[in-house]
């Protein structure tokens, strides 16, 4: 289903390693046919090629290659990235599974690394692909309708022109599709299943076992359909049936009720019911405020937001709540979200808006727009007639699938053959997961799919959103017994520990741990580690040097009192800002840890808001020592001979004070 709401995150993996079909524990054929195709652009074909070219990870379990299929009978040759992780035991001869990602239009190569330590791959290989018109397969389409499409969601726009906005977006990509010849019947379900049947054939396997999450549970369902012989076992979690009704109707429906879970598990919160009341009133509300008057919210990144500001209307902030709905993670500050935004707190949502809004651009559009057109357009039940007074409000704020009645009759003129949106029912073995917080495939869905299952099982996880496999550790080694015996009754009784969302009701502001979690810790922003590097390392050679300086002074004139001031003042500043960034790490690392890393956005947990007054402390030191530098070195007289490595020492001390202003550390006072 339509992944454009996903939890922050998702984050890339780092891999590397050479694509040698022997060390997947697959069969010969597979190494005569992808080792040296006879036609490197021939359909069918595996082009062997290193992860570090493919998509920037290294990893020694991990091969990448390229997978040749055809648009259709007169399109264009496509390459579909393929990763294969090696199971950790290297005498492991389970079947594989195949692991199909969301959408239409996400990817999941780039996330290959994840997989490398699930339970699944100890003693199974795990293989990923990226559909049609996804991720790093190729050609990669229409490729500035992100950086378009999240343009529009900053400009102040009303909610009529956005959407107008939005589908000359995607016209333009259309018309930029048909006129480099591409086919945009070639997208869809039934062609990413042929895709999946090609590349079994490929690697020479006679079975695997099928893991599909939302979207990937619709392409897992009509693989067991029309390829039951070649499917073991399938895990389907978060499903979104065949029969199931796309559309704006749909997505609002769920979403109501997926807010509605969320008042209540809010007012079972004591802190949560104690810091936010009225949260539903609160929420709507807001809605209406915004829609009046949106918010101007200052986006230091500029390669995100060019005009620095994102202006948050009603709109726009209704796809924010929506998107963190997704994960346990990000449910669990949503609350204070809508609190900051009734507050209209516009430098508290700053790191919130960094994080969410480029998410909404992390989806394909090409293949979102042809595979939900052709095959959800004409399904029962897109169009909803008895919507409640909740439902309509909510309806005229969540736009975001407003163009697609609009597009969908243009965009790819054949519809899929009515036969697919029929249910799917089968005796393969299949474990289905539902979470309770789910906004956009209820579990009700999922029941429904279940129940066409005869050797099915499922298992219902509360407090949890969508995607129930990947929030919970429990829930991963449920996965791995049933692939290891998919005939036997699962033994889910750590479902029933996994406990409530930790909601989130206080939090020391501020917008600098984001930039200093994401662009010096995971090295996003080089240029930045490198000047708190280097500003660190000028303050020990200074320091070491204005120590040297001041104890051999001792043998002929002393320094003068400001000199000994300035000295120590400017060692006590670098030192609070050294020890700053070492246990800010040590926050953000166990906050990462947590169940709530995105709580970065806010700030740090209140317990640690002391630590957010250090570089204040070292601004005020640093401030005092180069007054009294200034102030002896004006007086003179006295041995001067330490005002040099005083000044390295400031220089060192004041390179990392510009970092952490630069990150956003002073744009609010802390407490």
Sequence with gaps: MLIIRTRLIAAAAMLLAAFFVMGFGLSDMALAQSAAPPDAAAPGTLTPVTCDTLAGFTHARISCSYFYVRESDRGRPLKLAVAVVRARRADAEASPVIFLHGGPGGQIVRAASHFATMPINATRDVILFDQRGSGLSEPQDCPDTSSEFLEMLAADLPAATAVQVQAAIEQRCHDELVNAGADLNGYGTRETVADMDALRQALGLDEWNLFGVSYGSTVALDYIRTHPDHTRAAVLDSVYPTSAPGGGDTATRNFVRALQQLYADCRRDD??????????TSFLATLIALEREPLAIPVADRSLVPSGVFHLNAQDFASIIHQMMYARETISIVPMTIDRAARRD????TGIVSVLAPLATRIDLPALLSVDCRERMLTRGRTIRDFDRLERFMRRHLTLFDTQDDLCADWAPDFADPAFNEPV?????AIFYSG????????????EAFRLFPNGQY?????TGHGVDRSHACIREVTAAFLDDPTALVQDACVGSIAPIPFVTAVAPSSGVLPFATGILQLQMPFLMVSLAAGVLLAVIGGLWTLTSVLRSGYGRSPSSLTIGSAVSAGAGALVLIMFAGLLTLVVADTGASLTPTLLAFGVPEEAGTLLSLPWAALAVTVLSLGLLIAAAARGGANTRPHTPIAVLLTGGILMLAVLWWLGFFARLPG
């Design 436 to 447: 309770a917080n789910d906004p956009i495939t209820p579990p009700s869905a999922t029941r």
């Design 459 to 463: 298992v219902h996880v509360l407090h």
């Design 346 to 349: 516009a430098q508290g949502l």
């Design 271 to 280: 802190a949560c019911q104690r810091a936010y009341p009225g949260l539903e």
């Design 425 to 429: 029912s089968s005796p393969v073995p």
